[in-house]
């Protein structure tokens, strides 16, 4: 049986530092100190409509180009989608690598840079590359 959305998603948010958990508005959220990067949108919560999503931190203009590339993947979501963020849904066509690279820049855009330049540099002596 393959993993719950929330599962993957927990997993995937996670990884980054110094990142944690915390439950609001009844869903999990996704945080670095204190600012949210990405809220979890369960298919039952009247914030997932029927499907599971994401809804993460975006520039505007990220948000629209996304919109539009491809509306059954991505969705404008309630309350935040004025500001920017950008709805993934998980039971979509979207494979966990992609996901992966837009938790990433949704986490680099609330994490201090200080943070984010010592992974940088983490990742850099492991070989890895940054998106």
């Known amino acids: 049986m393959p993993p719950r959305p929330l599962t993957r998603l927990r997993k995937l948010c996670l990884a980054f530092p110094e990142t ?8 999990p959220t996704f945080r670095v100190r204190n600012k949210i990067f990405a809220m979890y949108a369960s298919a039952s919560n009247h914030h997932g409509g029927g499907r599971p999503a ?8 990220d948000q629209t180009r996304m919109l ?3 509306p059954k993947c991505f969705l404008k979501p309630p309350y935040v989608g004025v500001n920017g963020w950008i709805g993934i849904w998980l039971d979509g066509p979207l494979d966990l690598a992609n996901l992966g690279e837009f938790l990433e820049e949704a986490y680099r855009l609330i994490a201090p840079n200080r943070i984010v330049a010592a992974w940088d540099e983490s990742r850099q002596k492991k070989g890895i590359r940054s998106t």
Do not use: N, S, Y
């Not at 994401?54 to 203009?61: G, I, R």
């Open 54 to 61: 994401v809804w993460l931190k975006a520039l505007p203009e």
């Open 20 to 27: 944690h958990e915390v439950e609001a508005w009844g869903e």
């Open 68 to 70: 539009r590339a491809d």
